[in-house]
Every structure is written in C-alpha cells, then in structure tokens.
C-alpha cells in the first residue's frame, strides 16, 4: 500500500534549506486531513519513522513534527530519536503544570522543543524556558503585531525565532531584519508530497496483541508469537528497535528478543501507538500471507538441518519478500533492521546456510523438481519432508487466519 507525508523546507537567513516540517498526509490531496492531532502524530511514526525514518525524508536534516495534547498525554515523541527531531508543541497544548512536567521530561530527554503559532502569555514562560524555538504564524498574528514580543524574545538566550507562512519577499526582509532566524511559507516552497510502499497490517492480530499486553502477567512468547503472524507488525517491532530511540548493545535475533528488550511498559506504549495510528480493519496481502507461510516453512526446515538457526530462519523467510512489498532493493530494506550479518547475508543472496535454507523453500514454492533438488543437494537432504513442512506452515497460517477473522 501507499503512504503518504507532505515536507515543507525551513530556510535560515542565506535562504539554505536547514530542516523540514513533516505534515501528514492520508492521501495524494496536499492538505492536512480530518482526523484527531493525536492519529495524525501516531500515523506519520508508524507509516514513516517506522518505516524509511524520518532521516530518509529529510535527506538527514532535522524533522520538525507537530505534538498535541493528547499525544503529549500518550508519550509519543518516545518513539522519535532526539537527535532527528524537533518537537512543535501546538498551540492546542494547555499551559498547565501537568502539560510543563511532561515537556520538561521531554527536555531532560534531549528532545529539541519549539512553540508552534505561538502566543504569549504569562503562563507560558516556564515553557519559554525549555524551548529553543518559537514559531509565530504570520498569517495569525503580522509582524507589526509581534515586533515588541520579537524585540523581548531576542535578549533570551538559546532561544531562535521562525516566521511561518511568509508569503511575499517583503515579509521575509521585514522578518529578518527584525531578527527572525528561519523562515517557511509559499514564499520560499510550497510542502512537497512524498508517496512510500508499506505494508498493509493485520489489524485484527492487534487486537489480539492489545488484548495480551493489557494483561495483568504479560505472555511474552505469546506476544511474539501474533506478531510473527503479521510481517509488517514484526518490521515495525524490529525498525523501532532500530530506530535510534533506544541503544542497542547486541544484535536481535528473534521476535521475543526484541520484545524482551523493549520490557513490559514499552511494549504497552508500542501497542496504543499501534492501535492508535490504525483504527480499521484490512485484511493482510497475498505476499504477505506468502511471507508468513515461508516463516514457518523456513523454521521446520532448519529444526532439520541446523536446529540452532530456527529462530533466524524464521525471521529470513517473514522477511523474505520485504523487497517486493517495499518496492525497494532489499539491501536497502535490511540495511534499517537490526540483524545480525548471517541473517542480512541470507536476504541479500549471500551464500550460507540461511541462504541455502530460504532457497530450498522458495524452489519449492516454485514447482520445479530440478531446482528443488539441487537445493536440497546444498543442504545435504531429501526432498521427502518438505511437502509436510508445507502443508504444516500452511496450516499454521491458516489456523491464525481464522482464530482472527
């Protein structure tokens, strides 16, 4: 399936390009969709961080991504790498002392913060504080009317102002003699569409997923186990370990692994973001299932001919076909997951024995007897298990399939 984000260049005063604003789009239109501040954050991470990451649509330049309330309230800038970031926190955002406890945490965090269309009160100096960015709208509120504000804001320190909308070169001379630093609007760009391949899930196994991690004694193998039923599920588990939003000290290896690392209150956070960002049901893709099939089928195998790669051989055979339904080369897609280099090697067509393992299941997908056999030859076996092993596979996604539906 598509996804969509609109990106909008942020100028410093010698007119380069410093930064983009990442805008949410559902759709080819470029406008900001109807739908809640909160589902537009969680769907710009899940169809964006947690696929390509935010430094691939920004050519590596910093993101500024907008943050609500009731995002503020579920903690989902937690799931953006400070270093790429800088969070808007939007005018929507009361000045309350419960709102400035949860954005100093965010300061404390190295969370970049900026005030979006911003007004001033009283209230908002301790946020005034923490911010090292104010936004104001020029459209909202015209220059003549914030020149004593600007004139104010200028003596703090660490603290760097952004016109917004500025539509005429007037309007950014006036802005930048007054002191402005950055600069956005139609005048300079107007916000680009950016279209990306990712992978429709399974929302019925979130469900699932969001019913086991609200339990009291969280099943984790059985959590592992419905997110290996669902391959995008399992690349976004695995991306947001890779993401930069967490150290990763070692190299994952299974599903239970990377949950493991994530510990009991992330994957709690990791599953409202999920069911956040996706309130409808579709029902997962032919290569998807295929994807899921080959998982097991792969696992079986290996149980055979290298029992202690069954783990990874699963991963190989879920992951198998990321480059079809990412339409990106896979060296590409497995270069963004946190493999361990025998597993990226399998997927990239390197030989070894998770190679060799993959290209027996896929020569048996193919019908060819002559395939399958020298594949087999490769790993010194019979051919006669693997009509079993698929049949078992195709079981076991079946069996999901119709527990979920």
């Known amino acids: 399936m598509k996804v969509f984000v609109a990106r909008q260049a942020i100028f410093n005063r010698k007119k380069h390009v410093v930064a983009y604003e990442l805008l949410f789009r559902d759709g080819t ?5 109807n739908v809640a501040e909160n589902a537009a954050t ?86 005034l504080k923490l911010a090292r960015l104010v936004k104001f709208d020029l459209v909202e509120t015209p220059l003549e009317q914030i020149e004593p504000l600007v004139e104010q804001l200028k003596k703090r320190k660490n603290l760097k102002l952004l016109a917004e909308k500025v539509e005429t070169e007037e309007e950014f001379l006036t802005a930048k003699k007054m002191g402005f630093s950055f600069f956005q609007g139609y005048f300079f760009a107007k916000p680009t ?25 969280m099943n984790i193998p059985r959590i592992a186990e419905l997110f290996a039923q669902d391959t995008a599920l399992a690349y976004k588990l695995l991306r947001l370990i890779n993401s930069g939003v967490f150290p990763i000290k070692n190299r994952i290896e299974s599903l239970k692994q990377a949950l493991v690392y994530l510990g009991h209150e992330r994957i709690i956070k990791f599953v409202n973001l999920i069911m956040t960002a996706h309130v409808a049901e579709t029902k997962p893709t032919e290569l998807t299932r295929l994807s899921i099939v080959r998982s097991r089928f792969c696992e079986l195998l ?21 480059d079809a339904i990412l339409d990106k080369p896979m060296d ?25 393992i993959l290209n027996t299941v896929k020569a048996y997908e193919s019908g060819s ?16 298990n693997l009509p079993d092993f698929h049949a078992q596979a195709v079981n076991w996604a079946d069996m999901y399939r119709e527990h979920v539906y």
């Not at 899930?201 to 979130?206: G, L």
């Not at 001919?305 to 990321?322: I, Q």
């Open 332 to 356: 590409v897609v497995v270069e963004r997951l946190p493999f361990p280099e025998v597993l990226r090697d399998a997927l990239i067509g390197e030989p070894n024995t998770l190679y060799y």
């Open 369 to 384: 007897w002559w395939a399958m056999q020298e594949a087999c030859t490769m790993l010194n076996i019979s051919d006669e």
């Open 42 to 127: 969680a769907k710009l991470i899940m169809d964006n961080q947690l696929n390509l990451g935010t430094r691939y649509l920004t050519s590596g330049k910093k993101a500024l991504i907008n943050i609500g309330e009731d995002s503020l309230n579920q903690e989902l800038a937690r799931f953006l790498p400070a270093d790429d970031v800088i969070l808007e926190l939007l005018e929507t955002i009361a000045p309350t002392n419960e709102n400035y406890e949860k954005v100093r945490q965010l300061f404390h965090s190295n969370y970049r913060l900026a005030l979006d269309d911003f007004n001033y009160s009283k209230e908002w100096e301790p946020f």
């Open 193 to 217: 569409m950016i279209a990306q391949n990712d992978i429709e899930i399974n929302y019925a196994i979130v469900m699932l997923i969001y019913a086991e991690a609200l339990k009291p004694n």
């Open 29 to 33: 239109k470029n406008s900001f969709p």
């Open 302 to 322: 290996s149980r055979q001919v290298a029992p202690s790669l069954a783990s990874m051989s699963f991963l190989t055979g879920l992951f198998s076909l990321l």
